[in-house]
């Protein structure tokens, strides 16, 4: 996929100003390690990147774009984070930051340890990630495994690493003064070992709503007649473009699909599960209202403005009246309950609705040689 420009179609929001950075992989006669690229310039005043991206392709790119909580403006602040041929990003905060951080860093072997180079909490996260790599999953994060180190163990692991700073969180003594602490936490992670994506959306509250997160995918990212601004399109043959972004990148809404609260997201070859992070935060319930008042005064947005889409649903491709429609908005995702019951469950981007049954906790996305793509439950 070409690293282009992506288009400032939708600016509706706060700008993200301190910095940014950029990981892709390149031929395999280069190594497996990805190329990162970052600087302290905003994205949009950075004549390097533009030049950078106009020339280099890859299968698979990270890019981040940086509103400082924790750590100074530098580039080892930036984000992705590397390490070998695995790659991080994190977009939010950790929840009591200032007192569990030198616990996390106390609980991690010593190369993890001393491997943080840079002073943000996102750095800090990618190292208990790395250790609980190794020390639970019987893994080292230095090897190259062939084909990657598989979807199943990173989706795990980064459920073992939510799951431990929230520990670290719980622990913290009454008389440190938790009371003043900001001990919620915004985590949206992903991580990539060049073969696999997975994504998380998640927030340890049960009434607060996480900051958002969206996938696209399609044939073809391709620029329209303005020039810089893109869009994806749909042709008959198999979807191979995944895009995930914590906000929809063009106002073409019907093309994004809202990741449900506190779920997991994987990309792998031609497919998109999503399972939920199941914990004391989760609600099986799609309809519960949770407030976006956290979010936003992290400077972040649970639900960007104008989601609401209306999914094509006209099944007859031959008639020429418009396509029935009904909005579509992360209230509308289905619920992720592993004690769900055989029901049927559909769910279209674009032309025929494909039904299919739901069978337990994970939706899957799979995109086919016609290029249709079909959701349904399937069993972990």
């Known amino acids: 996929m070409p690293l282009y420009n992506i288009p400032p179609c939708d600016t509706r929001r706060p700008v993200n100003g301190d910095g940014f950075g950029v990981g892709f992989y390149t031929a395999p006669s280069l190594g497996p390690d990805p190329c990162i690229f970052t600087s302290t310039l905003p994205a949009w005043n ?45 977009n939010g905060n950790l929840g009591g930051w200032k007192y569990i951080k030198r616990h996390l860093a106390d609980s991690l072997a ?41 979807h199943a163990l990173l989706r795990e692991i980064m459920r073992k690493t939510i799951c431990r700073i929230n520990e670290l969180i719980a622990a913290i003594p009454a008389g440190c003064g938790v009371t003043d602490v900001e001990t919620r936490s915004l985590l949206n992670f992903a991580v990539t070992d060049g073969h696999t ?29 303005t020039k810089g601004h893109f869009k994806m399109e749909r042709h008959d043959k198999g979807a191979d473009i995944v895009l995930v972004a914590s906000e929809p990148l063009t106002f073409e809404r019907h093309n994004w699909v809202t990741v449900p609260t506190n779920s997991i997201l994987t990309i792998h070859k031609q ?35 104008g989601t609401t889409v209306a999914p094509d649903t006209n099944n007859d491709p031959n008639s020429n009246h418009p396509p029935a429609s009904e909005p579509f908005t992360p209230a509308d995702t289905p619920s992720l309950s592993p004690r769900a019951q055989q029901e049927s469950y559909s769910h279209s981007t674009r032309g ?18 016609m290029g249709s793509r079909k959701y349904r439950w399937a069993p972990t």
């Open 46 to 90: 950075c004549e390097n990147l533009e030049r950078l991206a106009s020339k280099t392709t890859s299968s698979l790119i990270f890019a981040h774009v940086r509103a400082t909580t924790e750590g100074a403006l530098a580039d080892n602040n930036c984000h992705p984070f590397q390490h070998n041929t695995l790659m991080w990003m994190h």
């Open 271 to 305: 497919t998109v599960l999503i399972h939920p992070l199941i914990d004391e935060f989760y609600d099986d319930d799609p309809n519960h209202d949770r407030s976006s008042g956290f979010a936003v005064s992290k400077g972040l947005v649970s639900k960007a403005p």
């Open 352 to 369: 025929n609705v494909t039904n299919d049954s739901r069978t337990d906790n994970i939706l899957m996305l799979t995109m086919d040689g």
């Open 110 to 150: 010593d190369k993890w340890y001393l491997g943080v180079k840079g002073g943000t909490d996102s750095e800090w996260a990618f190292a208990l990630f790395l250790d609980l790599m190794e020390r639970e999953g019987g893994v080292d994060p230095s090897s190259v495994p062939e084909g990657g180190f598989g």
């Open 197 to 225: 994506v997975v994504c998380t959306r998640y927030v340890s509250s049960k009434t607060d709503e996480a900051a958002s997160l969206y996938f696209s995918s399609g044939t073809k990212w391709k620029e329209g007649r």
